[in-house]
């Protein structure tokens, strides 16, 4: 049956209509203008850093500020390997971070502080009033606003809780990074001028707080934010309360423990300790164990999800049993390596990436909370399959048969797919299966 008319309801657009669209209507221009942006706080603040280090401190706070940036941005790489998202989105958070509202920090928290201090007469309580109300409200505003962006513009790269936490915790990591080179270099200046060095020195005791002792900080403030958005793009899209409140709340939440960390050299001698292993360290244990939960339940939700499209015809019996396992995996991708090169192992990660958002997009339409698009989603993530369907069913097929496992029992007896087939060719020859799961 035909589902649209067979000739246009509305008379086609002149031919020459998009080539005079204005030029700010074309889709790079956002782009060009968020990179410009960027790039322009980038260079204000490498100038108010190096004016306050001075050029051999903001080299020493460079170069030590940089070592825990690669682990913290590899863990939440791994934590994001379920449904990994594009590097683009990782860059302009790490970018945001550590250019856009290190900048906004550095200039709010500088005015708030003055301001308070000539009002008050009193330079140490501004100080103190500064670290434990303003800065905590200003960063993790500033922060924020990178994971609000990728949530209202990106929003197919942020589906659930990991997502959330993966976007606020890079944003953090170069919101530290920045930070971590102002302190450190200063600390290094002041080294200079009182001839300190080694073990004793300011620059060391800097160094073992803020990257020995909390190089997580910064990222397990700006987390709790970002689960909040996380929990918002699992809600329906009618529940507008429920997507506002959610985000404020975990905003909130990292205001709270940012001050609480800020303030904690102020409750005594051994306050910052008491804080240290009251609260922080607490806090991140949950925040780990959470997060392999969650990674945990996608997993699960690939395996149970995935089958009804194994039984339409778009998946082998074995794909949804192996893509719900990590290592089935990456011996996929080792597979499709060894068989087929770099191409190859591509093709296998991009399958099981649409896969894997195939499946949290039929959860979503089952509990009833998917968008307008979905058809047009699910269509899309299909096709996408189907394309690199020759390369990753045999080596998905290869991981689940390296480890002797059955094949699960919800396949009908012979079916298409259990037709062998060429790695090397275009898959099984068959046409696209039609049938939709949704469809009753």
């Given at each position: 049956?035909?589902?649209?008319?067979?000739?246009?309801?509305?008379?086609?657009?002149?031919?020459?209509?998009?080539?005079?669209?204005?030029?700010?209507?074309?889709?790079?221009?956002?782009?060009?203008?968020?990179?410009?942006?960027?790039?322009?706080?980038?260079?204000?603040?490498?100038?108010?850093?190096?004016?306050?280090?001075?050029?051999?401190?903001?080299?020493?706070?460079?170069?030590?500020?940089?070592?825990?940036?690669?682990?913290?941005?590899?863990?939440?790489?791994?934590?994001?390997?379920?449904?990994?998202?594009?590097?683009?989105?990782?860059?302009?958070?790490?970018?945001?971070?550590?250019?856009?509202?290190?900048?906004?920090?550095?200039?709010?928290?500088?005015?708030?502080?003055?301001?308070?201090?000539?009002?008050?007469?009193?330079?140490?309580?501004?100080?103190?009033?500064?670290?434990?109300?303003?800065?905590?409200?200003?960063?993790?505003?500033?922060?924020?606003?990178?994971?609000?962006?990728?949530?209202?513009?990106?929003?197919?790269?942020?589906?659930?809780?990991?997502?959330?936490?993966?976007?606020?915790?890079?944003?953090?990591?170069?919101?530290?990074?920045?930070?971590?080179?102002?302190?450190?270099?200063?600390?290094?200046?002041?080294?200079?001028?009182?001839?300190?060095?080694?073990?004793?020195?300011?620059?060391?005791?800097?160094?073992?707080?803020?990257?020995?002792?909390?190089?997580?900080?910064?990222p397990l403030f700006t987390v709790l934010t970002g689960l909040g958005f996380g929990a918002?793009?699992?809600?329906?899209?009618?529940?507008?309360?429920?997507?506002?409140?959610?985000?404020?709340?975990?905003?909130?939440?990292?205001?709270?423990?940012?001050?609480?960390?800020?303030?904690?050299?102020?409750?005594?001698?051994?306050?910052?300790?008491?804080?240290?292993?009251?609260?922080?360290?607490?806090?991140?244990?949950?925040?780990?164990?959470?997060?392999?939960?969650?990674?945990?339940?996608?997993?699960r939700t690939v395996r149970e999800e995935l089958p009804a499209y194994a039984v339409a015809?778009?998946?082998?019996?074995?794909?949804?049993?192996?893509?719900?396992?990590?290592?089935?995996?990456?011996?996929?991708?080792?597979?499709?390596?060894?068989?087929?090169?770099?191409?190859?192992?591509?093709?296998?990660?991009?399958?099981?990436?649409?896969?894997?958002?195939?499946?949290?997009?039929?959860?979503?339409?089952?509990?009833?909370?998917?968008?307008?698009?979905?058809?047009?989603?699910?269509?899309?993530?299909?096709?996408?399959?189907?394309?690199?369907?020759?390369?990753?069913?045999?080596?998905?097929?290869?991981?689940?048969?390296?480890?002797?496992?059955?094949?699960?029992?919800?396949?009908?007896?012979?079916?298409?797919?259990?037709?062998?087939?060429?790695?090397?060719?275009?898959?099984?020859?068959?046409?696209?299966?039609?049938?939709?799961?949704?469809?009753?």
């Open positions: 049956m035909a589902t649209c008319p067979p000739y246009p309801t509305h008379p086609p657009a002149p031919s020459g209509a998009l080539r005079h669209a204005h030029w700010w209507q074309r889709r790079w221009v956002p782009y060009a203008a968020l990179s410009a942006l960027l790039a322009l706080s980038g260079l204000v603040i490498l100038a108010l850093v190096r004016e306050q280090t001075g050029t051999e401190g903001f080299l020493v706070g460079l170069g030590l500020a940089v070592l825990p940036v690669p682990l913290l941005v590899a863990s939440f790489r791994w934590l994001d390997r379920v449904e990994p998202g594009p590097w683009r989105n990782l860059v302009f958070s790490f970018a945001w971070g550590a250019c856009a509202a290190a900048l906004i920090a550095i200039v709010a928290n500088s005015f708030a502080t003055r301001w308070i201090a000539t009002a008050t007469a009193d330079p140490s309580h501004a100080d103190t009033l500064g670290a434990t109300v303003i800065a905590p409200v200003v960063e993790e505003t500033a922060k924020a606003a990178a994971v609000l962006l990728l949530f209202l513009f990106r929003r197919r790269d942020f589906s659930g809780l990991l997502d959330g936490v993966v976007i606020a915790g890079v944003t953090a990591t170069g919101f530290a990074f920045t930070e971590n080179i102002l302190y450190l270099g200063t600390a290094f200046g002041t080294d200079q001028l009182s001839g300190d060095s080694g073990i004793a020195s300011v620059t060391a005791a800097t160094f073992f707080v803020r990257v020995v002792m909390s190089p997580f900080a910064h918002a793009a699992l809600s329906g899209e009618r529940q507008r309360v429920r997507r506002v409140l959610l985000p404020l709340s975990g905003l909130l939440l990292a205001m709270g423990m940012h001050a609480l960390w800020n303030g904690s050299s102020t409750f005594g001698e051994f306050g910052f300790f008491a804080v240290y292993a009251a609260f922080m360290v607490p806090a991140f244990g949950l925040l780990v164990w959470l997060m392999l939960w969650t990674r945990y339940r996608e997993l015809g778009w998946l082998s019996p074995a794909e949804p049993f192996a893509l719900g396992s990590m290592r089935d995996r990456r011996v996929a991708r080792q597979y499709a390596r060894h068989h087929g090169g770099r191409p190859a192992a591509r093709a296998v990660a991009q399958y099981e990436a649409y896969a894997t958002s195939l499946a949290f997009l039929r959860r979503r339409g089952r509990r009833g909370r998917a968008g307008a698009d979905f058809v047009v989603r699910e269509g899309e993530l299909l096709n996408e399959l189907w394309r690199r369907r020759a390369w990753a069913r045999p080596a998905l097929e290869h991981a689940l048969a390296a480890k002797s496992r059955p094949v699960p029992a919800y396949a009908p007896p012979g079916a298409w797919w259990a037709q062998p087939y060429a790695p090397h060719g275009q898959g099984p020859g068959a046409p696209a299966p039609a049938w939709n799961p949704y469809q009753v």
